[in-house]
Nanobody
Framework: QVQLIESGGGLVQAGGSLRLSCAFS????????IAWFRQAPGKEREGVSY????????YYTRSVKGRFTISRDHVKNTVYLQMNNLQPEDTAVYYC??????????????????WGQGTQVTVSS
């Protein structure tokens, strides 16, 4: 059974930084993608950043390019999301999720079948 546990959320002022962690276990496939999604109140869930296990390929949604960095630690089975220059519009619950189908890049949201419980990120202006 795949488990993903997020941590690192919190309250930060605009321009500040946070690092989210996603500790995962139970993925038995050699090829998988871990992604960060976010959902703000009244908005649809949005894919923020993705990282592939095979070659470390990454993808960022346009609004976070240049500000967020996704990375992985194979030894710790953890994926990180370093978020710099945070803005109020980044306020959301952030989720990490895993996908093993591997047919598309980045994988569509519907392919992610294991999700963490989410961590709140709040950016004050």
């Amino acid at each position: 059974q795949v488990q993903l546990i997020e941590s690192g959320g919190g309250l930060v002022q605009a321009g500040g930084s946070l690092r989210l962690s996603c500790a995962f276990s139970g993925i038995t496939m050699n090829y998988y993608t871990i992604a960060w999604f976010r959902q703000a109140p009244g908005k649809e869930r949005e894919g923020v950043s993705y990282i592939a296990s095979s070659d470390g390929s990454t993808y960022y949604t346009r609004s976070v390019k240049g500000r967020f960095t996704i990375s992985r630690d194979h030894v710790k089975n953890t994926v990180y999301l370093q978020m710099n220059n945070l803005q109020p519009e980044d306020t959301a619950v952030y989720y990490c999720a895993s996908e093993i189908i591997g047919a598309d890049w980045p994988p569509p949201t519907k392919h992610f079948n294991s999700w963490g419980q989410g961590t709140q990120v709040t950016v004050s202006s």
